[in-house]
């Protein structure tokens, strides 16, 4: 059975527990680093969370794809994304 993903409340309270610091502590932190990481993942470089991951911007290609429905052929266009790679210390910890 699966269990429902951590609200933003939850993991603020767990932060705080952890790091022995106020709730009030703990959002300024959490919020201070999500402003960091989307700051970060629009460089060319990216944002790092050491030991969890990378955001990246990525550009997209052109290309074609299919219309599932009706199965006709059509162009996407290029686009830039943002992807997430998974850190080997991540993998490792929750693979292993």
């Not at 059975?1 to 009030?24: C, F, H, L, R």
């Not at 790092?48 to 290609?61: A, D, E, F, H, S």
Request: glycine fraction near 8%; charged fraction near 30%; hydrophobic fraction near 45%.
């Amino acid at each position: 059975m699966a269990t429902k993903a951590a609200t933003k409340t939850q993991i603020i309270a767990k932060v705080a527990e952890d790091a022995g610091i106020s709730k009030v502590q703990a959002k300024a932190a959490l919020e201070s680093l999500v402003a960091q990481a989307y700051k970060g993942a629009k460089s060319k470089d990216g944002f790092t969370i050491p030991g969890v991951g990378k955001l990246i911007k990525v550009k997209r290609k052109a290309r074609m794809g299919r219309n599932p429905a009706t199965g006709e052929s059509i162009k996407i266009a290029a686009k830039t994304v943002l992807k997430f790679r998974l850190a080997k210390a991540a993998k490792d910890a929750v693979l292993a």
